[in-house]
């Protein structure tokens, strides 16, 4: 259901969207049950045609049955779900694979910085890689991510990847993906944090091998042209649109501190 409107690009994202459809077509299956049975109740006892009520105690085992028997699959169902919610917490997040590559990821009111790690496979080392709102990884390879915020709680997320991790100040949290498409997707962040959190995205870019290689060298000559401003100028509002004039008289509180954030 999810992939009809966004591409699946990850190699989990196939179990997290089965979970999703699990969920809502056993919830949408006794969501439209009972709505059928409390219809089909209100026209046939209707007023108009049906004699008083009966007082029913439910004591009897013929009448009891009607609760119990919809408790009873209820709870099969719930134990269903359960199973397949503790598989998938267990493969995304429990279980962290042997890593092709690392990366790190920073969060700050309203902007992301990137350290990718250089041919050594390691952070902190010279031949790191630092972006800003532009994140590469190559296809097929297991990254392993470490998260840090520098001031308030931010969540990163790709939802092309089915992936989101909240990111607390002062720890680093790690984990995993692994890219199963090429392209350019969404990265942003999914937690409350601030006057600009609806403008705090990313750009997530998945290359080939020779495309990743071609990239970091760009970086590194200063020749790169991000693919995050690219995102942004064929956008709606395109990046060098003209700041609107606000009067002092007419800017609001929060109009000012936006405005004073950049």
């Given at each position: 259901?999810?992939?009809?409107?966004?591409?699946?690009?990850?190699?989990?994202?196939?179990?997290?969207?089965?979970?999703?459809?699990?969920?809502?077509?056993?919830?949408?299956?006794?969501?439209?049950?009972?709505?059928?049975?409390?219809?089909?109740?209100?026209?046939?006892?209707?007023?108009?045609?049906?004699?008083?009520?009966?007082?029913?105690?439910?004591?009897?085992?013929?009448?009891?049955?009607?609760?119990?028997?919809?408790?009873?699959?209820?709870?099969?169902?719930?134990?269903?779900?359960?199973?397949?919610?503790?598989?998938?917490?267990?493969?995304?997040?429990?279980?962290?694979?042997?890593?092709?590559?690392?990366?790190?990821?920073?969060?700050?009111?309203?902007?992301?910085?990137?350290?990718?790690?250089?041919?050594?496979?390691?952070?902190?080392?010279?031949?790191?890689?630092?972006?800003?709102?532009?994140?590469?990884?190559?296809?097929?390879?297991?990254?392993?991510?470490?998260?840090?915020?520098?001031?308030?709680?931010?969540?990163?997320?790709?939802?092309?990847?089915?992936?989101?991790?909240?990111?607390?100040?002062?720890?680093?949290?790690?984990?995993?993906?692994?890219?199963?498409?090429?392209?350019?997707?969404?990265?942003?962040?999914?937690?409350?944090?601030?006057?600009?959190?609806?403008?705090?995205?990313?750009?997530?870019?998945?290359?080939?091998p020779e495309s990743y290689q071609?990239?970091?060298?760009?970086?590194?000559?200063?020749?790169?042209?991000?693919?995050?401003?690219k995102r942004l100028k064929e956008?709606?509002?395109?990046?060098?649109?003209?700041?609107?004039?606000?009067?002092?008289?007419?800017?609001?509180?929060?109009?000012?501190?936006?405005?004073?954030?950049?």
């Amino acid at each position: 259901m999810l992939d009809y409107f966004i591409p699946r690009a990850s190699s989990f994202s196939g179990d997290m969207d089965g979970l999703f459809n699990l969920i809502v077509y056993g919830v949408g299956f006794w969501f439209v049950l009972t709505l059928s049975v409390l219809v089909y109740f209100m026209i046939r006892f209707r007023h108009s045609v049906s004699p008083k009520a009966a007082y029913i105690t439910g004591e009897k085992h013929s009448e009891s049955k009607w609760v119990h028997w919809p408790h009873y699959a209820i709870i099969v169902f719930d134990v269903v779900l359960i199973a397949g919610a503790i598989m998938v917490w267990v493969q995304v997040k429990q279980t962290l694979p042997p890593k092709d590559d690392i990366i790190r990821a920073v969060g700050q009111q309203w902007s992301w910085s990137f350290v990718h790690s250089g041919p050594d496979g390691k952070l902190d080392t010279e031949d790191d890689v630092l972006t800003v709102n532009d994140l590469h990884v190559e296809v097929g390879k297991v990254y392993h991510f470490e998260l840090q915020s520098r001031d308030v709680l931010h969540n990163f997320s790709i939802p092309a990847f089915r992936l989101k991790q909240d990111m607390i100040p002062g720890r680093t949290i790690t984990g995993w993906f692994e890219p199963t498409q090429e392209g350019t997707f969404d990265l942003q962040c999914a937690e409350m944090c601030g006057h600009g959190h609806g403008i705090m995205g990313a750009a997530i870019t998945v290359h080939s091998p020779e495309s990743y290689q071609a990239t970091m060298e760009a970086i590194q000559n200063g020749t790169y042209e991000s693919e995050y401003l690219k995102r942004l100028k064929e956008g709606s509002t395109p990046i060098n649109a003209k700041r609107p004039q606000v009067s002092q008289n007419e800017a609001s509180p929060y109009t000012e501190k936006l405005l004073s954030s950049f």
